[in-house]
């Protein structure tokens, strides 16, 4: 059932108004959402459903085994044996589609015909924190039904953002564990705020990201010989803010859904187009999965602990990584590759000539914007990668840069011309963003609400018909 639609909102209303009628009683409010996102899953595929509640029994027998392990040798036995479980199981449907034709040819049609769990990557992902967490005890064991909601609570298992059962701080200090937050009392957190994420998030989804998808990158895509360089450059510029806009929309959805039932999320997103280098990026976008990665992956492999060459081996083997957690084709691989290459010739500059300074003087401001451009330029090109089907399809679309015999238009170059400045004035949208949160939480209640449903009506009679598919729910 898609977050953006009729049956949801209706859905929605009806579990809100049971859920807390329980306001005291957490654990009652536990088993309501565990009902819902099992429900949500069922109606979707009911095995879906199914393999996270195998998975969570799963995960919950192995913590048992290692939190009553006697020694730290079993212990360590219990921690390699869940997280092989894990990695194994995420490799088998990830890569699933190497052997499919061939079981088709062998005449297993139904075990070709597996799908994979919906979810699947992120509550893996969520596991083996979990598990390492707990194994280094950082984090109490959760109870079987406690870790059973964790990796199916409805808002976050589709896509994100990765949500961590051990404690770990926002930015202005609040716990956002979902131990803790499990456990205690809640109540509905900052409702002017919530309902303004989840307006922001059906604006970028439904209006911005399918608008662009539909209008734009899609054509440009499909048939990249009939159109000119500057329309195939706003196509790939196109592609990255329809990404932006889905994925960050649907994370600013789900953190305000959260809200309304007493949860935090952390933020996933904060202005990633605006970094001025690759390193700054990928601490704005997809925040809950370069921390995961920096924790799990770069940091057991060495981190920064065995020298300069050491480190740049360490990150490029994790983006590497990252590269193939997304999809099983040769151009996953090298858009991972591309960005840990451009992180290792960062810290190559850095190491020779030094950190840039302060942003004071005119000139350093002009540095800095420039850095800004040339970063987003970078991860533009580098997702015209990503979005192509395989290395083959990339290299068609680039090679239509220079074979297109379509007359270029002005009204391009000026398309062109108003994303950079829409990315450069970033800051801008954002501080609007904040004015308008503020003067809806001075109104009195009703008065906020009615603002908010008139803005969502005007949303609804723009967007286009249909409801948006996600991207990132491919992975």
């Given at each position: 059932?898609?977050?953006?639609?009729?049956?949801?909102?209706?859905?929605?209303?009806?579990?809100?108004?049971?859920?807390?009628?329980?306001?005291?009683?957490?654990?009652?409010?536990?088993?309501?959402?565990?009902?819902?996102?099992?429900?949500?899953?069922?109606?979707?595929?009911?095995?879906?459903?199914?393999?996270?509640?195998?998975?969570?029994?799963?995960?919950?027998?192995?913590?048992?085994?290692?939190?009553?392990?006697?020694?730290?040798?079993?212990?360590?036995?219990?921690?390699?044996?869940?997280?092989?479980?894990?990695?194994?199981?995420?490799?088998?449907?990830?890569?699933?589609?190497?052997?499919?034709?061939?079981?088709?040819?062998?005449?297993?049609?139904?075990?070709?015909?597996?799908?994979?769990?919906?979810?699947?990557?992120?509550?893996?992902?969520?596991?083996?924190?979990?598990?390492?967490?707990?194994?280094?005890?950082?984090?109490?064991?959760?109870?079987?039904?406690?870790?059973?909601?964790?990796?199916?609570?409805?808002?976050?298992?589709?896509?994100?953002?990765?949500?961590?059962?051990?404690?770990?701080?926002?930015?202005?200090?609040?716990?956002?564990?979902?131990?803790?937050?499990?456990?205690?009392?809640?109540?509905?957190?900052?409702?002017?705020?919530?309902?303004?994420?989840?307006?922001?998030?059906?604006?970028?989804?439904?209006?911005?990201?399918?608008?662009?998808?539909?209008?734009?990158?899609?054509?440009?895509?499909?048939?990249?010989?009939?159109?000119?360089?500057?329309?195939l450059l706003a196509g790939a510029y196109g592609y990255t803010l329809q990404l932006f806009f889905e994925f960050s929309g649907y994370c600013d959805l789900v953190m305000g859904l959260a809200l309304f039932l007493g949860f935090r999320l952390p933020w996933n997103f904060r202005a990633p187009l605006y970094a001025s280098n690759i390193r700054e990026f990928w601490g704005r976008w997809h925040i809950t999965l370069s921390t995961w990665i920096r924790d799990y992956i770069y940091i057991p492999l060495g981190g920064s602990r065995k020298g300069f060459w050491r480190t740049q081996l360490n990150l490029m083997l994790a983006f590497m990584l990252s590269g193939i957690w997304h999809g099983n084709s040769w151009n996953f691989l090298l858009w991972g590759t591309l960005h840990g290459l451009a992180l290792v010739l960062l810290h190559l500059k850095i190491r020779w000539f030094g950190e840039a300074p302060p942003v004071t003087t005119p000139w350093q401001k002009a540095k800095h914007l420039a850095s800004i451009v040339l970063t987003f330029n970078f991860v533009v090109f580098a997702f015209v990668i990503f979005k192509t089907s395989d290395l083959y399809e990339a290299a068609q679309f680039f090679s239509a840069w220079f074979d297109t015999q379509a007359p270029a238009m002005l009204e391009a170059w000026l398309l062109i011309l108003a994303i950079h400045v829409g990315v450069l004035s970033y800051p801008l949208w954002t501080e609007s963003l904040r004015h308008f949160v503020g003067l809806l939480r001075a109104l009195p209640t009703p008065y906020w609400l009615v603002v908010i449903l008139l803005l969502l009506q005007v949303v609804i009679a723009f967007a286009p018909a249909g409801i948006p598919e996600f991207i990132y729910a491919d992975f």
């Open positions: 059932m898609p977050f953006i639609s009729i049956e949801f909102a209706a859905f929605f209303a009806l579990f809100f108004a049971a859920y807390w009628c329980f306001d005291t009683a957490p654990k009652v409010q536990n088993a309501l959402l565990l009902l819902a996102s099992l429900a949500l899953l069922s109606y979707i595929n009911v095995t879906f459903a199914l393999s996270v509640s195998a998975f969570a029994f799963g995960i919950s027998g192995v913590a048992k085994g290692m939190t009553s392990a006697k020694t730290e040798k079993m212990r360590r036995r219990w921690l390699i044996a869940g997280l092989s479980a894990a990695v194994c199981l995420l490799a088998f449907f990830k890569y699933y589609d190497f052997f499919r034709n061939s079981l088709y040819e062998m005449g297993f049609e139904d075990v070709a015909d597996i799908v994979m769990p919906l979810g699947l990557s992120y509550y893996i992902f969520q596991s083996i924190a979990y598990l390492v967490e707990l194994y280094r005890r950082k984090t109490p064991a959760l109870k079987w039904h406690e870790l059973w909601l964790h990796f199916s609570f409805f808002p976050t298992i589709t896509m994100g953002p990765i949500i961590r059962a051990s404690r770990f701080n926002s930015v202005a200090g609040i716990n956002l564990g979902m131990t803790e937050q499990l456990r205690r009392p809640r109540q509905i957190r900052s409702p002017a705020l919530a309902l303004a994420l989840v307006l922001l998030g059906v604006v970028k989804v439904w209006l911005l990201a399918a608008h662009l998808g539909a209008e734009l990158v899609s054509p440009v895509f499909d048939n990249p010989m009939q159109y000119s360089l500057p329309m």
